[in-house]
């Protein structure tokens, strides 16, 4: 809190992705020694990587093939999932319209009201191709809906919003979620999110976090930060995040992984969140690029659909390949965005890290990703811009 | 004054908008609990945010809209209104003219000399409607024309200049406008602007100030800055005359707001401005952008028809919706500039604060949104250039 | 010297004109009272700009021209000038000739020897018609046309290399320029150039400069930089050097005027250099873009035509005005282009400075006008890019 | 290491080529009077400049001229050379294949195996036409070709990875090298890299190398800094590494040269290395640009052919000249690309340089290179974008 804005205002540098690299060390390893596991809730993984609870990257379908893989899909249980029986039609539409009806449609298609049967019914689903039923709810949704999803007898249960905390000031008509209590009452994990700070983080644990959601406003064009103004950069809230949950465990045993949320594209952007203390990964438009996302190759936040403000829109990310291509490869392209799994291997092997415990304690350097004159000249002929 | 540029010459860091972020604190609140009312010479609105004096974003009528919603629009008294009986031609030639012959049209439109009259029945006819008469003088224009808006009953004036100071050195010829002898002479609260330290802050509030206005070239991009290689950038100038208002109130016990005026354009910006001490924020290009702002699409500075040093250009904004959609919605457009009463309460929800007090007061982190190569290429691409 | 590059190797931050800008103080002052008189070798002139020594800026028009103005055109004489005796088809070649034929028509151009008797006929000119006579040469020049130069009785020399310094090793068969010496033989005052440190500014004024140029390499788009790695940002090139003139003038009671040369586009830039500590500036790019320049609307360096490593390449910088609505106005563009004189005196204005004294003076803030998306974004619009 | 990311994690701020510039000090040099030799296993060279072992930009007729030249052209023993007896159609494919079909064109012509009577015939080709033979191998490809390339006699080999250690940790199945028994075993000089930390420097200096590479995902754009997150800024690198090269022949009297590997793109990032503690430079894609390099105007790396995790891609880098006009002139192109020994030269003179030595010690100044507004915009209007 050393930095003067002004007399009165002090403040804090935070770092972004794009400021650090990973420094390797004296040792290096054969990326096929690199260990990825982790656990969650008690569910062990291979990759330590989750698909965002975001109606273009996870649907039931989505959600069989990541546990397959050794990862994790999380089904958005407020979206379309849950508004409509058949899905499908009403992604091809947000998929095919224009760009100037998009807020409007996405204002109507999500004003229709939930169906609890489906969320039971896609639950269900998902435990009958033998996944696991990660499923996710707003605090207002996990007071309504709780009950149901316990009994529909969900793996792991995502309490999710821009921002969370446990002390929530509501209207006197409502009363807000006590996570305390609906942890204690959940027959299921629940994890909480989204936070940023050490306050936070330590205050979700306490009150029975299964796991944290780390992440709001991380990247400059986020949303938040342009709407509202909020946000702190991710490796800077990661790493407070995962001092909290090294506190905890050493007052209480009990450790609670720190999911590195939002603002992650590339392997690269991966393996800089472990390194800064991340336990895993949650990715939404790198999955949405797969040929099995229900996104058609679109993609779009949660906010968007708000009546009163939405915010983010709907980005055309592409189809660059399949599920399998993009989280254990062969990688068919060379952006960094394919074989996500090989790459982080690749860089524990380059920076002698044998688990993601040898990851998180790696060095880490400032090396700002500035883009100068030089470089937008190549780019621009690279892109074929000018003559 | 600690970084040395060079032998003999030191300088101070100072903070942009574009380099700041604000973190959530360990307490959230219902958007709808937010309380974002203000006052200003007595009169107490219910939005924090003045429509800037220029002839593309404020006329009678937009004043009369802004007044019902809660707002305050100001108007230009040395522009096209009190140049011409009729200005909508005027307007109208304005935005349909070709660049090439934009600077020369309006230095001849801007020379037709300022009609008395025609200050008096606009002022009238604000009041008419009864909306709240703020109106805008430069100094110069205080001296000749004050007593005009005096009688005419205004309700609040603004007195004000790229930049002001409590003593300006005139020509021999010409008598500086004292602004303390006018604030005491003057029967409605009087505004000075604009200023960027503390030490101009202060005196202008010892002046009698009933508010000033804060920004000199605000922003990278600002006419300030490439003409005259001057100005601040917003947040540490908001800081810092912020904590001589908290001073004065300490000496005096009169509170005098400090408004945020220059280089605001998204909901994000008016929280991080407040969140840095401001009052309320003065915003001139989001208002220009209402089907009811007189500049058709249009917006240009008061410096750009300047017979011998124009500066600034008319940029075409375009038209996004009505005052009311973009003042508090709801939101049409997704990006950040509809709703943006919306967006303050909902990020004073995020950020645990329940009132403009409590927002002033939330932490600020140095977050800067830096352009980096990948960025550049993705925008590139969703701006389809390239190939 | 205190930020560590790595091990054994530190370097110091300097500061670039983007990366500062200038901050009003408690006093204004009308533009029309700012003084902005200079002197350099005994000549008083009221507009502290001179037109740099380059074929595509100043011929013997231009020359008087500018003298007539106020300021002072320094012709180049190992260029164009004195290698043709009818420079107007030359010039007209090097406008004309495409882009990938340039770098070779300069070589062959270039090459032609320079002819001493049109050394002496363009001074004269120059006189002839009333304009001071400021001609440029290399140190090698100097040598061996100093005398020539002294003969046709020009009123300032400027010996100008990218770098110099009073301490030359050259091959033996050749003998490098006596600073000190060759100041003491010529009858009129002469100008060094160039240098960035103070240590070379202090021994360039004990050689006895009449006034010394700094910059080299001044901003990362310069051919000293990309080419050789050489260049140091000119504010803090600037304000060492004026601690140079200071240490000198209070050691021996001569005052050597600071210009600062390079990488100065804007009225801003102007005003920043001069807050920096100059006693004025010089300016290629500006001028070249005036109807009278000889570039006729190009502009290009004198590394250009170098035989083994042309730098730098021909711009087409256009044509804006006369050059004397580009010095002295009225303006007809807004950019901070046009009237740079007014902008200096509109600048010192707000600021509150009486004249160039004052002006260094002033409160500098570090405020890095650095590129963000959003900006990229508008710009992208502005310009008509992407759809 | 004092920079605090977040709770429990610090990082060391590392600088790049970009962020620095070098300054000119009390004396100048007539650049034909610098001396660039210097000495790697023995063998002295006039141009401290290594061709990259690369499949675009080394082939045997290149290595021969690059030693005429008086640099040094590096054979990668693992490409298209060594698979294929007659690699040219093979190149030809290369450079005609469509940008979709590229990685997977890439994959299959480097799946095909190695002929080690390959290895031989190149070899022998070098010398045969009096060229130095230097060659390369992967750690892997040292083990098992290690003796052939010491068989056919080769002056200098190079074994290299992506990042090197002394203590890498293979499958139980692989024995890794042990580099320091493979210097002893071997007949000639053994170069080791790539490496970025004084530590695993002077751990592959005690291992006995001839020289180290410095330089892993040295820049921003780099396909290690974007699929791996790895990398440091070549400056801080090569600075950290060149205090073990120094702390090295302190303590043994050995002198091992540092040779920065990436990132270098003109003659300025040349100079600059070197400034900061280089004795040589390793350069792969201005020399591919030359009319003699294997390339046809492509450049590629070789992490591209990887059958799981391709990484980086094909950049059409064009044909600008002769090897000989690239590196020694004279220069066709005026933008630091061609001339390479020219710029270095008169770097050197420019800052008093008498040779490598001398030019390891100048100053450095940090001078970040930013992008601005107002750059993007000349730019953008220079390439002929919008209107």
């Known amino acids: 809190m050393d930095i003067i804005i002004g007399r009165g205002k002090t403040a804090r540098r935070a770092y972004g992705i794009d400021e650090i690299a990973l420094v390797p060390g004296t040792r290096t390893l054969d990326p096929s020694l690199a260990d990825t596991r982790w656990t969650i809730g008690g569910i062990e993984r291979t990759i330590p990587i989750l698909a965002s609870a975001m109606d273009s990257v996870v649907d039931v379908k989505m959600a069989g093939l990541l546990s397959e893989l050794g990862a994790i899909g999380v089904l958005n249980l407020e979206g379309i999932q849950t508004r409509y029986d058949d899905p499908e039609p009403i992604l091809d539409r947000i998929a095919s319209v224009g760009k100037s009806e998009f807020v409007g449609l996405m204002q109507e298609l999500y004003a229709k009201p939930i169906q609890p049967e489906l969320i039971k019914q896609r639950i269900t689903d998902i435990k009958k191709n033998g996944g696991i039923a990660a499923v996710s709810l707003t605090p207002a949704g996990a007071s309504q809906y709780g009950n149901i999803v316990a009994e529909a007898g969900a793996d792991l249960l995502f309490v999710q919003a821009t921002v969370v905390s446990t002390a929530h000031l509501s209207p006197e008509s409502v009363t807000p979620l006590d996570l305390q209590g609906f942890c204690q009452e959940m027959p299921m994990p629940v994890v909480f999110g989204n936070c940023v700070t050490y306050e936070v983080a330590l205050n979700l644990m306490k009150a029975g976090a299964a796991a944290v959601l780390v992440g709001i406003g991380p990247g400059a064009a986020c949303t938040s930060r342009g709407v509202l103004g909020v946000g702190v950069p991710q490796p800077t809230a990661i790493a407070d995040c995962a001092a909290a949950r090294d506190d905890y ?128 000249y190549q780019k621009a002929q690279q892109l074929g811009m000018g003559k």
């Open 249 to 376: 465990q050493q007052e209480t045993g009990r450790y609670v992984p720190v999911v590195a949320d939002g603002g992650i594209v590339t392997g690269g952007d991966i393996c800089k969140c472990i390194a800064c203390g991340a336990d895993a990964v949650m990715i939404g438009s790198p999955i949405a690029r797969a040929a099995e996302a229900p996104g058609r190759g679109y993609h779009w936040g949660m906010a968007t659909p708000s009546p009163v403000l939405p915010r983010g829109t709907r980005i055309n990310v592409g189809t660059t390949g399949t599920i399998e291509e993009i989280l254990t490869g062969p990688a068919k392209l060379d952006d960094g965005t394919h074989n996500l799994l090989g790459a982080l291997k690749t860089s524990m092997g380059t920076l002698g890290a044998k688990d993601l415990k040898g990851m998180q304690d790696v060095e880490v350097v400032i090396a700002p990703s500035l883009l100068t004159e030089g470089k937008v």
